[in-house]
């Protein structure tokens, strides 16, 4: 990404948005900050950050809150700051359009490996989208148009995350063959896959959900237990 990446941070401890505005300004990115919900919704909305940090405890409005109306009209890619072992807050954040989590309290070099893994993820799908080809990637009732990020179900747009858009892409590219849990996180995600990160599986999930189940009733998306993620080839047992 050429330019300084701009990123939101939506955090109402002091300290903590002191330390990552330091930490953070000295690996070339541009933060800045908000310290509750509705600051941090309308800054969100009145500008194109390139990454939003949202911790979900805020006053005002909490985090899960600015996810939902942020993603009403905008699609900015969201890294949620959790409590630790806050499991609900980590899968309705997942499903309300968040890209992904990070447990408090974190190690600022894991936030920041974090924050450039989305950053460029996000960067090669939009450099690649233009020279990509075919323009089109199809199988039975699904189509995704590449240039656009477009997915369309039975003809009918569907509103996936930047995470969710990412998996299907690779799942489609690799139908009828497994594919590894880390090796879907690397792709997908652009970041290893660490112990007791389950974002993956939460993003499949969603996933798995939106896409519904074929018209021969089987389902689009197999778990292969202990191993990876399979998009069937329609017309296999």
Known sequence: MMNTPQILLVEDDAE???LLVTLLSREGFNLSCAFNGNEGLDKAL?????LLILDIMLPGRDGLEVLRELRKTKNTPILMLTARGDD???IVGFEMGA???LPKPFNP???IARIK???RRVGLDQAGSVSRTPTTLSTSDIEVRLQSRQVLLKSKELELTNAEYNILLELLNHQGEVIDKAELT???LGRKLTMYDRAIDMHVSNLRKKLGGTTEGQPRIKTIRGVGYLFQ???EA
């Open 233 to 235: 080839v329609i017309g």
């Open 88 to 90: 609900v807050d980590r």
């Open 109 to 111: 070099r894991e936030l």
């Open 117 to 119: 893994a989305i950053l």
């Open 186 to 188: 690397q792709r997908a």
């Open 16 to 18: 903590i948005s002191e």
């Open 46 to 50: 009145l500008n194109d950050f390139d």
């Open 99 to 101: 890209d992904d989590y």
